[in-house]
């Protein structure tokens, strides 16, 4: 069961609805929204339906999810949801461009890759500090040094920052530098990670594993919120198939289904699904088309310098391109490119 609170609902009033629930043998996981809050409750249903939780101050609807998932599902929360990153909207009115490196390795790099982001439209910056490579041999990241040149550069460009984190015990650390983080393909499910992220108090994206279901996806990120934080976003970054044309295959279909069960926003990334730059704008395209609330696109002023996938970072007519389609098309399905915070 869930407690949808009122918009602008006291405090009181939220700890008033958690005693009650825990008076009667039951857990309350309060999560807080930008737009309103919600109490997941565990226990004894039957319990909880005598104890009138509807009629208390501040309770605006009181649901019974039939979905795994709760505070993620549309079932208790038919609005579709506004995650706010810095100031920077991702929701149903617009279509948000997140761009830039794949992974931070100089100052410079970034500082020039966050610049062709922006002109292409994009308002949020992408880029990693602490990566997760499959080959131990790979570039790791420059951890904590590349997190300060990401706020630099924001600093620099007003862009706020998306980065992935990989380890729970670094959380407070990328907390400090980033807004918003992002968990990776291979730790959706590492539900200490999710858990982790879930208390860090900022907008997390959770892309989805790589063999996941939509199911299992929705609820990694019921993790995230059964910790106190709705503001999540749900990227789409392809799926492993029979097919090794591409490097994973993008699952078009999430966007319209996953908008169905839930009322988070989706994001798809055309870069790490297709793996190759050919693809990212008719990807792009195809994302919009269907839905999607923003696209998280690779650029590097140099690919071919690239440490860490240049097959597929954006630079020259292709970015043209892409600024183009995010120009042009939003408007076709009733949405406006965001332009600033
Ligand atoms: C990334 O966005 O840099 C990344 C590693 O993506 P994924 O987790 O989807 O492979
Ligand atoms: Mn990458």
């Known amino acids: ?38 109490v997941g409750l565990v226990g004894d249903i039957a319990a909880f339906q005598t104890l009138n939780l ?38 149903p009115d617009t279509f948000t461009l997140i ?28 880029g990693g500090a602490f990566k997760p490579r499959t080959s131990p041999y790979a570039f790791q990241g420059l951890g904590e040094k590349g997190l300060r040149i990401l706020a630099d550069v924001r600093e620099e460009t007003g862009m706020p920052i ?26 959706m499910q590492n539900f200490a990670l ?15 594993g790589m063999t996941a279901t939509y199911e299992e996806w929705l609820m990694a990120a019921e993790y995230v919120a059964q910790r106190g ?34 009322h988070l926003p989706v994001v798809v990334d055309p870069s790490h699904s297709g793996g190759r ?3 990212v704008v008719p990807l792009t395209r195809a994302a919009i088309g269907a839905g999607a609330d923003a696209v998280i696109v690779d650029v590097h002023p140099d690919p071919t310098a690239a440490l860490c996938d240049g097959p597929q970072a954006l630079y020259g007519e292709e970015l043209d391109q892409l600024a183009a389609a995010c120009r042009d098309l939003p408007p076709i399905v009733g949405r ?5 915070g």
Request: aromatic share 2%.
């Open 194 to 208: 999710l858990q982790a992220v879930g208390s860090a108090g900022k907008p997390v994206m959770i892309k989805r």
């Open 162 to 187: 998306v980065t992935e984190i990989v380890d729970a015990h670094d959380v407070d650390l990328v907390a400090e530098y980033a807004d918003m983080l992002q968990v990776g393909t291979r730790n």
């Open 1 to 38: 069961m869930v407690v949808v609170m009122r918009t602008g609902a006291a405090p009181e009033e939220i700890d008033a609805v958690v005693a009650r629930v825990e008076s009667a043998g039951g857990s309350a996981f309060v999560s807080r929204g930008v737009q309103r809050t919600i």
């Open 54 to 91: 509807r009629a208390m101050p501040g309770v605006g609807d009181v649901v019974r999810v039939s979905k795994p998932y709760k505070l993620v599902s549309r079932e208790h929360h038919p609005e579709a949801t506004t995650i706010q990153v810095g100031g920077v909207p991702i929701g």
């Open 99 to 126: 761009a830039g490196p794949c992974a931070v390795e100089t100052a410079d790099q970034t500082l020039e890759s966050a610049r062709m982001a922006q002109q292409a439209g994009a308002t949020l910056l992408r």
């Open 277 to 279: 730059r050919d693809l």
């Open 229 to 262: 934080n709705l503001d999540i976003v749900l990227c789409e970054r392809g799926i492993r198939t029979f097919e090794t044309a591409t490097r994973n295959t993008l699952d078009i279909a999430a966007v319209p289904m996953v908008h169905a069960l839930s």
């Open 336 to 340: 406006r490119l965001t332009t600033s």
